[in-house]
């Protein structure tokens, strides 16, 4: 690898770095994965807002598939 390749590989790292610190600053609750995967979704034109529409859905999703969960198990 050339020395720019890595230069930009090392730029990388570190955007993805500070994304991550941010997004845990702001209690997102995304992991590294998620997070890199919602970084390549955009990159490839899907609307910010939308994604973050749609994850919040899927966590509404979740806890409603929990809380039933929780109550079959009590009765």
Known sequence: MTSEKN???GQAREAFQL????????NTGLDAETLRICI??????????T????????????DTSAQN???????
């Open 7 to 9: 230069a930009q590989i």
């Open 19 to 26: 994304l991550y610190q941010i997004s845990q600053l702001l």
């Open 40 to 49: 390549q979704l955009c990159e490839l034109g899907v609307n910010p807002d």
């Open 51 to 62: 994604l973050a529409l749609v994850i919040k859905e899927i966590r509404k999703m979740g």
């Open 69 to 75: 969960k929780q109550t079959n198990l009590q009765l």
